[in-house]
């Protein structure tokens, strides 16, 4: 049977969210009218959540589970998605129900109008602390500023997209993943449908700020070499403080000035240039450490289970 939508969930311990998630998506897909599928991805879920996808596929042929042989994070877990989505559009949804799977007919409609990735862009954010919201803020801002391809802000992984969207995705097999400026970089027809998120039903939040820090640093080692420019900048304003400093020194010097005597000046300018310097190797290193990666060529994931049918 050919298939209309592949709604992709990854999952990483949500349990408790599982049952509402299968029911709210199966609601809103049934009333759509046309053949859809449910890809639950496990991430090497603990909490009992393998067993859950497990039986919901026993229960509902819909289902079809991609259980990860270990954990290999959210951004794998939807390149998996990708590889075994069936449909002729692909919806990347977060289990936890912050993004209402209402929205996806909305997200339809638009693709049925010609766009072929639509993403849903985050109006307002309901359960989220002040300080998560700036920092989100922040970060999609940030994002957009000095990456080289113009990601939407306020935008996450919750989008619709064409067949042959994913199909061109699926090519690219870097290993630090930031899907949604891959999306973004394929071009393709785009728009953007505005919608209120959610608080999270149960459990809790996958990305703290230390992930949203990972995840900013993949986004732009990945679609900027903004950092690197950085460094070249540090030299640059090092060398013209210091070719400025020179005249300054002699003449405070011969006018006998002791403002520059003693060891204060000279410990203080070590320190400047070798934080320069160790920071300029630290983003070095970054992009080093991504080449290394690259380089061993392992496989993105492992699958323990899995649907015969890709």
């Given amino acids: ?65 991609v259980i990860f042989a270990r954990n290999f994070g959210h951004q794998v877990a939807i390149t998996a998605g990708w590889d075994y989505a069936r449909g002729d559009a692909i919806i990347i949804i977060d289990a936890d129900l912050q993004d209402p799977p209402e929205v996806i007919l909305d997200l339809a409609r638009k693709w049925k109008e010609g766009f072929e ?57 870097e290993r630090h993943r930031f899907p949604r400026g891959m999306s973004a970089w394929v071009g393709f027809r785009q728009v953007g449908v505005e919608y209120k998120r959610a608080a999270r039903v149960a459990g809790v939040t996958k990305y703290p700020f230390n992930k949203m820090l990972k ?50 000046t000279t410990l203080i300018a070590v320190l400047f240039l070798g934080g320069v310097q160790l920071i300029s190797l630290g983003i070095l290193g970054e992009y080093i450490g991504r080449l290394y990666d690259e380089a061993k060529g392992r496989p993105l994931y492992i699958v323990s289970e899995a649907p015969d049918e890709k």
């Fill in 1 to 65: 049977m050919k298939i209309t939508y592949s709604i992709i969930a990854p999952i990483y311990n949500e349990i408790d969210n599982l049952p509402e998630l299968h029911r709210r998506v199966k609601e809103v897909m049934d009333s759509a009218g046309e053949p859809w599928e449910l890809i639950l991805v496990d991430d090497g879920s603990t909490d009992g959540s393998t067993e859950k996808i497990r039986e919901l596929a026993r229960l509902d042929k819909t289902v079809r589970p």
């Fill in 117 to 173: 990735v639509v993403y849903a862009v985050r109006g307002e954010r309901e359960g989220e602390s002040w300080f998560k919201k700036f920092t989100a803020a922040v970060f999609y801002r940030l994002i957009h500023w000095i990456t080289d391809v113009k990601i939407p802000v306020d935008t996450g992984d919750f989008r619709l997209m064409d067949r042959k969207v994913v199909n061109v995705l699926r090519q690219m097999k």
């Fill in 215 to 264: 995840l900013a640093l993949n986004a732009i080692t990945s679609f900027s070499y903004f950092p690197l420019q950085v460094a070249t900048y540090f030299g640059f304003i090092s060398a013209g403080v210091a070719i400025l400093a020179i005249p300054l020194v002699i003449y405070m010097r011969i006018m006998g000035s002791g403002a520059f005597f003693g060891q204060a």
